[in-house]
């Protein structure tokens, strides 16, 4: 856009400020954490304020934004009403990105270790010194251990794909991110029956199923506003959650299922659909693969069946699978987000799948659509074949689904600890902060013992960071210069953008493709990354030229592009070519081709341990002066009647112990949550003092979560932990 200049009164500027912080994050009063340092916003000063497009990186959505920026300072953040994505929306961490920026919590120099890992002793070193060090450490484990004796951790950030291309031409096959945490068994369970990963099409559609997700509480752009407003024009809810969530609050029906019995309720969904033959006979015929396998299949799967799995009454069940296939095809099972809750979560999500494809909405609108054509391209690249390397990644083969240019991180830490079938010795992790978000802290920290050398690339000191050997500081989203990047799916999608520096880069910090470009002369590809950021945005644009223009005017190109009936006439890329109720790769591998339900497993005397987000959380943690406001520490979440037979009280103190570790915790009673299962929230008990807000504060989840792996996708399974609750002695 053409940058516009506007001139308020200092009056005037600071009335309409502090009344649209107000409005828009609803951000409470600050109490006492400025103190501590963290200043939350810039002080105001008079002086002409201009605007820039950009887009938000306070999580994986990629909100359009404006930045107000006045004296060469971020004041303010406001959505860019032109980004349909977010359908005019930040939230409030978008607007806490302010805090973000001025964090003085911030990684400000290049860091070498001194002491031991997490000793906190640090030498300052230019960034020469650092960028040689890498070269050397990494040139030397090349030599000992072959190319991928180093791993990359690239996390989601606009300039991953420049690490990853770093790691490609270095010759590293290990390359796994934060994916491997989140919903990889739910792309395997679609791209299994649907050959692709869907996005649900919210804002049409007529009846909703919301299993295990939260998208009230853990915000997604745009199903989260589009679910708000398919609400208002009519359309059903039903929320199945052992917890009372937000999204459950505002359902028309919640059931607090028994955790890990989701599959059971779809299965008695597909049993009655079926049976009483309620699904469209002309899409059957035309797309469906395997009905005859899966009528066979869902004949014992009955309502009545479910009801003594799911604790759900079977009249409820039947009633709700006749309701969804009257809406059909505007209703969906919703496809979710974080999916790494249970060892068998494909098939779990498959079972999801086949109700979505008895519900004959696949590419229609309503529905669950097929990813629109955007345009971008990723730019060609040479990657060069080193002799030495192994055949493959280092875990390869351990998960029959895994998906192979993201791996299991689980299983890799794993091969890694036990250094087979080949040893890794370096790792280059890039705003990933896996000591925080990966089950198991303890045995993190036991991978860590077996690599030579660690880099870490963040803004701030994560727990990675300060397990790390060397620490480079990056930019903020909002002082760089990012490639383009596209945002495929729903109705709202198809759209491609970029950001430019809104500010200059503060302290030292460098970005990932001046990192890597320095890093390439050094190893000797400097071809890799000869070229300009202009240079590199045009070749992705390459076939939409025009969308360079619309981005520069809107901050947004949206791609005209087909949204419904992509694959009509087209074959689905299955081996069948059509939706797999029935998968027959599956079949040939000795895994069940269809989902068939084992009972949840139970251990006496203890609690199943479940964990989720709220909507201040922000990547790992909620190190941010202006969200921290909003929930102060994390707590463990417990029935009365569960916690009153125990003889706890509402807010004491207790030690919650698990096979991998014990951490302490405050109790809150809550009636909204199945009375067998327990719930604590992301986001708290971090290790690194270099995180002020959340260091020592309430507990991590990775650290009391035991490491289970879903085992077709290699997904980590978040909720297979259970607890012990005991009174804190001492
Ligand atoms: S949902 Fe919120 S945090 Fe995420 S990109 Fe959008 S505004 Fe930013």
Same mark, same amino acid.
């Given at each position: 856009m053409d940058e516009t200049t506007k001139t308020l009164s200092r009056r005037n500027f600071l009335r309409a400020s502090a009344a649209a912080m107000t409005a828009a994050?609803?951000?409470?009063?600050?109490?006492?954490?400025?103190?501590?340092?963290?200043?939350a916003a810039p002080a105001v000063q008079a002086g002409p304020i201009s605007d820039h497009y950009t887009a938000c990186d +306070?999580?994986?959505?990629?909100c359009g934004m404006i930045a107000r920026v006045q004296n060469g300072r971020v004041i303010k953040l406001d959505p860019?009403?032109?980004?349909l994505k977010s359908r005019g929306m930040l939230c409030a961490r978008g607007n806490a990105a302010t805090a973000h920026i001025y964090d003085p919590d911030r990684l400000k120099h290049p860091l070498l270790r001194?002491?031991? !890992?997490?000793?906190g002793k640090w030498q300052r070193i230019s960034w020469d010194q650092a960028l040689d060090h890498i070269a050397e450490q990494f040139e030397r484990i090349a030599d000992k251990?072959?190319?991928?004796?180093v791993m990359f951790s690239p996390g989601?950030? +606009? #300039?991953s794909q420049f690490l990853i291309r770093f790691a490609e031409v270095f010759g590293s096959y290990n390359i796994t991110s934060h994916e491997t945490l989140c919903l990889l068994s739910n792309h395997r369970a679609y791209l299994d029956t649907f050959g692709e990963t869907p996005y649900p099409d919210?804002?049409?559609?007529k009846y909703i199923i919301v299993a295990g997700a939260n998208p009230y509480e853990a915000i997604i752009t745009p199903d989260t506003i589009d679910l708000m407003e398919a609400r208002k024009n009519g359309c059903k809810m039903v929320v199945l959650d052992p917890r009372y969530t937000k999204t459950a609050a505002l359902a028309d029906e919640w059931y607090p299922i028994r955790p890990h019995t989701d599959m059971a309720f779809f299965l008695a969904l597909a049993h009655v659909i079926i049976h009483e033959g309620l699904y469209d006979r002309e899409f059957a015929d035309e797309m469906l693969f395997g009905l005859d396998e899966l009528r066979e299949h869902v004949r014992k799967y009955t309502p009545e069946w479910a009801a003594g799995e799911t604790g759900i009454p079977a009249e409820d069940i039947r009633r709700i699978a006749r309701e969804l296939a009257a809406a059909a095809p505007t209703a969906m099972v919703y496809t979710g !987000?974080?999916?790494?809750?249970?060892?068998d979560s494909s098939q779990i999500r498959r079972s999801m799948a086949i109700v979505n494809a008895l519900l004959a909405n696949w590419d229609r609108p309503g529905g669950i659509l097929a990813s629109r054509e955007v345009g971008v391209r990723a730019p060609y690249f040479d990657i060069p074949w080193y002799?030495?390397?192994? =055949?493959?990644?280092? =875990?390869?083969? +351990?998960?029959?689904?895994?998906i192979h240019h993201e791996g299991s991180f689980k299983l890799m830490r794993d091969a890694i600890i036990k250094e087979e079938p080949y040893p890794i010795k370096g790792w280059f992790t890039f705003k990933t902060n896996f000591m925080q978000t990966a089950a198991n802290r303890n045995k993190t920290i036991e991978m860590l013992d077996h690599l030579d050398f660690i880099v870490n690339a963040d803004i701030a000191m994560s727990d990675t960071a300060w397990y790390s050997d060397l620490l480079l500081p990056s930019p903020s989203f909002l002082e760089r210069n990012d490639p383009v990047s596209a945002l495929q799916g729903s109705s709202a999608c198809a759209c491609a953008i970029w950001r430019d520096a809104v500010v200059p880069a503060m302290y030292e910090s460098r970005d990932m493709r001046y990192i890597c470009t320095e890093l390439s002369k050094r190893l000797g590809?400097?071809?890799?990354?000869?070229?300009t950021i202009d240079q590199y945005r045009e070749w992705q644009l390459a076939s939409i030229p025009e969308a360079a223009q619309a981005i520069r005017e809107d901050g947004v190109y949206y791609?005209?592009?087909?949204? &419904?009936?992509? &694959?009509f006439d087209v074959p689905l890329k299955t081996q069948a070519q059509?939706?797999?109720?029935?998968?027959q790769r599956y079949a040939n591998m000795g895994l069940d081709p269809m989902p068939t339900y084992k009972p949840p497993r139970q251990e006496e005397g203890k609690l199943r341990l479940v964990v989720g987000r709220t909507a201040f959380f922000t990547h790992s943690n909620t190190n941010n002066a202006l969200l921290i406001?909003?929930?102060e520490e994390n707590t463990l979440w417990i029935h009365p009647k569960t916690a009153e037979g125990m003889g706890f009280r509402d807010g004491e103190r207790v030690f919650v112990t698990s096979d991998a570790a014990r951490v302490e915790l405050a109790l809150k009673f809550f009636e909204?949550?199945?009375?067998e299962t327990v719930y604590m929230t992301t986001?708290?008990?971090?290790?690194?003092?270099? #995180? !002020?807000?959340?260091?020592?504060r309430g507990a991590s989840i990775a650290e009391v979560?035991? =490491?289970?792996?879903?085992?077709?996708?290699?997904n980590m399974a978040m909720h297979e932990t259970f607890v012990t609750v005991s009174r804190k002695v001492g």
């Open positions: 994050t609803g951000v409470p009063a600050l109490k006492g954490l400025v103190s501590t340092g963290h200043a +306070m999580c994986f959505n990629r860019n009403p032109k980004f001194k002491g031991a !890992r997490g000793e251990y072959t190319r991928c004796g989601s950030d +606009m #300039q919210v804002l049409y559609t !987000r974080r999916t790494s809750d249970y060892e002799d030495d390397n192994p =055949d493959d990644r280092i =875990d390869h083969g +351990m998960a029959p689904g895994l590809f400097p071809e890799t990354f000869d070229f791609n005209p592009s087909k949204v &419904y009936g992509i &694959y059509k939706i797999e109720l029935y998968n406001e909003f929930e909204g949550i199945e009375k986001g708290f008990g971090a290790l690194s003092p270099g #995180q !002020r807000l959340v260091h020592n979560l035991e =490491d289970h792996v879903d085992y077709i996708s290699g």
